[in-house]
């Protein structure tokens, strides 16, 4: 490199080619639901998106794991992109909704990953059937965890009121990825802006999700964020994985709260490990 040359900011990672996956929609109790599913003989991965995504949103991810020799499936929860809302006054229960998809597409067993809102579905999920999951991967979520000293925690210190104000990409992109990428912020900022066309849905838990409740997860688990995730920084991740101590723990360097888009390759070599392990 020559005294005046500019070093590069980021490596973007092109969006490789999907998959060929079976697209549909899945009647459950109340609505239906947009899915995809790569179909296959190998376990199964479902994909649990965030709550400013979509089933659109694991573009890093489909092609990945469907040649790694998974079954891979995305799909959008209650108002989310392509899937129907149903009635806003019984929005349902977002991980009982999962169940019925899983039983559709008959599914016993499989791996789950839950990003974000999804991480809180995720979990929620495991709690109720912990039989039917070889494994747990949550990423960069705060676990819809309902104890009064996290709550408190983190609507004090880690997210202020002002913070709901701030752009979407600022909150969850890394500042690293949108000073370097701009063009993937952009693309993120789409995928964003197409995800939920009306009022989105906030869809109730089946269980308490407390600490209590958490240390009781038996299923093998990834704890994953980001270490410039503003909604689940390194800090809160220690603080899950001081109640899930057989978990696996990863941070991923200079990735926000969207580390599957920002680092997607870095993220699917964690998860690929982690998956093969289980």
Do not use: C
């Amino acid at each position: 490199m020559s005294a005046h040359a500019t070093p590069e900011m980021w490596t973007p990672v092109p969006l490789p080619e999907q998959v060929l996956a079976r697209e549909s929609m899945a009647p459950i109790s109340g609505t239906s639901l947009w899915f995809w599913d790569t179909g296959g003989e190998g376990p199964a991965v479902v994909l649990l998106h965030p709550g400013t995504g979509s089933g659109a949103s694991w573009g890093y991810q489909q092609p990945v794991l469907a040649k790694a020799g998974y079954r891979v499936i995305g799909y959008s929860r209650r108002g989310h992109f392509q899937s129907a809302e149903g009635d806003p006054d019984n929005p349902g229960v977002a991980s009982v909704d999962l169940n019925e998809l899983v039983d559709l597409l008959g599914i016993d067993e499989f791996h789950v990953l839950g990003l974000a809102a999804g991480g809180t579905v995720a979990t929620d999920y495991a709690l109720s059937h912990p039989d039917r999951l070889l494994s747990l991967t949550l990423a960069s979520t705060i676990m819809g965890v309902t104890d009064k000293s996290y709550i408190d925690l983190l609507t004090n210190l880690v997210r202020p009121s002002f913070f709901t104000s701030l752009p979407k990409d600022f909150q969850e992109l890394g500042p690293s990825y949108r000073a370097g990428n701009p063009a993937g912020a952009a693309a993120w900022l789409k995928l964003e802006e197409e995800a939920i066309s009306g009022k989105q849905l906030t869809q109730k838990n089946a269980n308490a999700i407390t600490w209590a409740a958490v240390e009781t997860i038996r299923t093998p688990t990834l704890l994953l964020t980001g270490s410039a995730d503003l909604y689940t920084p390194p800090s809160m991740l220690r603080l899950q994985a001081s109640h899930l101590r057989h978990a696996r723990v990863e941070i991923i360097e200079e990735a926000g709260h969207a580390p599957n888009w920002e680092q997607p390759d870095r993220f699917n070599a964690i998860l690929l490990d982690f998956l093969k392990r289980h």
